[in-house]
């Protein structure tokens, strides 16, 4: 499905400020998995997650999804077949347009447009179905502006617009991260619905280790841009933080993880 | 103020009303400072006068001056967009070549436009005066651009153009390609602007490469009084706020001149202009402040 090959990001490169920010990754992930990936600040979990997207072009390494070599392609082109979450909720929506507004991009998006209304009773029936579901009263509110809603609210809404065409892949970056701690269960679990009933293929950054574990069907962890490890199946199933961290410790030669922030998330 | 005062005001309101449009196009749905502009009214202006005195037909010479703003506006998106530079500075460059361009549109710094057949030459079979017609004519106009802006803006492109200005980074992950929509965008917006050109020149009677200076501000003055008077909650309410903002702004200016007692000259006119300018971005607040006082008061 997704296939990563000998992947590199060097930022200024040539310059006294170049940083590697990955250093050859190879990843295959097939059609249904969920991997969640951890690491440390500076790991290139983010990196990775924006060479995906295509917002970062790779300086070396090419990157398939199905078929197609998608290595070169603008964020626009592979928005047919990428979905995304972003870790601000500000940046998934637009604030100044409507609810409905908002849902109608995403109900778009990939899809030739062109001069009709951009909103009929179709899409308004759909996406009233579609915010009802989460229980906040919001299909009561299609015409109020994105701006007045909260950061848990608008991320719950932006999971809904992933799911509004069917892309092939759904990118989350710590999408929880800016929420409080009821509230990010409640768009986790939203997360996991969707990714279910649409038969996603998914990859979740996330900054916690205990939530790296709890959700998806396998997990890799970075480091300094290389994959450290990477498990799945029967060797994940029964795995805790402390054995992750023993993993980590035995993959890296005895060099301890101190980042404290992954430990305690 | 006279009649023929006030039908002059609402005559220049509704040239203006179509700078607004294309001033709310760029600064508020693109989010882009377009200074092009003070150059694509005068470049309408020249287009259509050159033509009209050629003996070209003038209503094909007022489409003419509208294809020339949407050139004009594409040259500065494409400077902008493909060629990195920086939005502001990109519209300052094309304006500054559009003073030379407009010279040698022209050859020469004015051209008259009186006893040439224009597009108002119709409207002398009304059997009402000229100061009474044009207005009337112009008001078709807006109404036209009016009812075709909202239906865009409402539309599946007009969307994405109106999030390729809120939130880019988003937009590009709906798939949108945000380059072609600010083209698209300022294109529209400095072919209005142009259009406002051409229809300013044949009811002026003349075209003047000097014509454009400014045209910015009274825009920009338009679209923020408009909003500070019509809040644009919706895409119709903004629009009508350019409308009812331009026309406002040439009353008061009008109002401002003719009251003897305040002593103002024509040449204040600049003046006057960045006073209300100033006045319209700073009032929201002063009413934000007063009622938020009242309501204060209210609950003690």
């Known amino acids: 499905m997704i296939c990563l090959e000998d992947i590199h990001v060097t930022f200024n490169e040539g310059t006294p400020l170049e940083t590697r920010a990955v250093r050859g990754i190879s990843l295959s992930i097939s059609k249904g998995e969920f991997v969640t990936v951890i690491g440390s600040n500076g790991s290139g979990k983010s990196t990775l997650l924006n060479t995906l997207s295509g917002e970062v072009f790779p300086s070396y390494g090419s990157i398939t999804i199905g078929d197609i070599d998608v290595t070169r392609w603008s964020v626009a082109q592979r928005a047919k077949l990428i979905a ?36 009929n009773d ?45 892309a092939k892949i759904l990118l989350l970056d710590e999408h929880t991260a800016a929420l409080d701690p009821k ?28 939530q790296a574990l709890e959700v998806g069907t396998r997990t890799i962890m970075l480091h300094e841009g290389k994959i450290v490890f990477d498990v799945q199946g029967e060797e994940r199933a029964g795995l805790t933080v402390v ?9 890296q030669e005895g060099e301890e993880l101190s980042d404290d922030s992954l430990l305690l998330g | 103020m006279s009649t023929i005062a006030a039908l002059g005001a609402l005559e220049s309101g509704l040239v203006f009303a179509l700078v607004a449009f294309g001033v709310f196009m760029s600064f508020r749905i693109l989010e882009f400072p377009d200074l092009t502009v003070d150059g694509s009214f005068p470049l309408g202006a020249a287009v259509s006068a050159i033509l009209i005195v050629s003996g070209v037909n003038p209503w094909l010479a007022t489409f003419a001056a509208f294809f020339a703003g949407t050139l004009a506006g594409m040259v500065t998106a494409f400077m902008n967009t493909k060629l990195g530079i920086l939005n502001l500075l990109a519209s300052i ?34 059997g009402v005066p000229y100061y009474v017609a044009t207005p009337i004519a112009f008001s078709v106009v807006v109404l036209v651009v009016f009812f075709f802006l909202l239906k865009f803006l409402n539309s599946q492109k007009g969307l994405a153009m109106r999030a390729t200005g809120a939130n880019a980074r988003m937009a590009s992950a709906q798939g949108i ?46 679209v923020i009084g408009g909003e500070a008077i019509i809040s644009p909650k919706t895409m119709f309410l903004a629009l009508l706020g350019c409308v009812v903002g331009s026309i406002l702004y040439r009353f008061a200016i009008a109002l401002a001149l003719n009251a003897d007692f305040i002593g103002l000259k024509a040449q204040d006119l600049n003046l006057i202009t960045a006073v209300l300018v100033a006045f319209a971005i700073v009032a929201p607040k002063f009413k934000a402040n007063i009622s938020s006082r009242i309501s204060r008061g209210k609950n003690r």
């Open chain 2, 93 to 126: 460059l094309t304006m500054i070549a559009l003073y030379s361009v407009n010279l040698r549109i022209m050859g020469k710094p004015n051209i008259a436009l009186l006893g040439e057949t224009t597009v108002l030459t119709s409207t002398e079979s009304w």
């Open chain 2, 177 to 222: 390609n945000t380059d072609r929509m600010i083209i698209l965008g300022m294109a529209i917006s400095n072919g209005l602007v142009g259009l406002a050109g051409s229809l300013f020149a044949q009811s002026q009677g003349s075209a003047d490469i000097t014509m454009g200076v400014g045209v910015i501000v009274i825009g920009l003055a338009s």
């Open chain 1, 84 to 119: 995304r979450v972003f870790q601000d909720p500000l940046a998934g929506s637009c604030e100044n347009l409507t609810i409905e507004e908002n849902m109608a991009l995403a109900w778009y998006r990939g899809q030739k447009t062109g001069f009709a209304a951009a909103l």
């Open chain 1, 183 to 210: 509230t990010a269960a409640f768009v986790l679990d939203l997360t996991c619905q969707i990714i279910d009933e649409n038969k996603l293929t998914a990859l979740m950054v996330t900054h916690s280790m205990q």
């Open chain 1, 122 to 166: 179709t899409n308004r029936e759909v996406f009233k179905k579609q915010l009802a579901r989460l229980g906040l009263g919001l299909e009561n509110r299609l015409r109020d502006k994105m701006g007045l809603l909260s950061g848990g609210q608008r991320q719950a809404i932006s999971l809904l617009m992933s799911a509004l065409q069917p």
């Open chain 1, 243 to 251: 054995d992750l961290l023993d993993l980590f410790k035995k993959n």
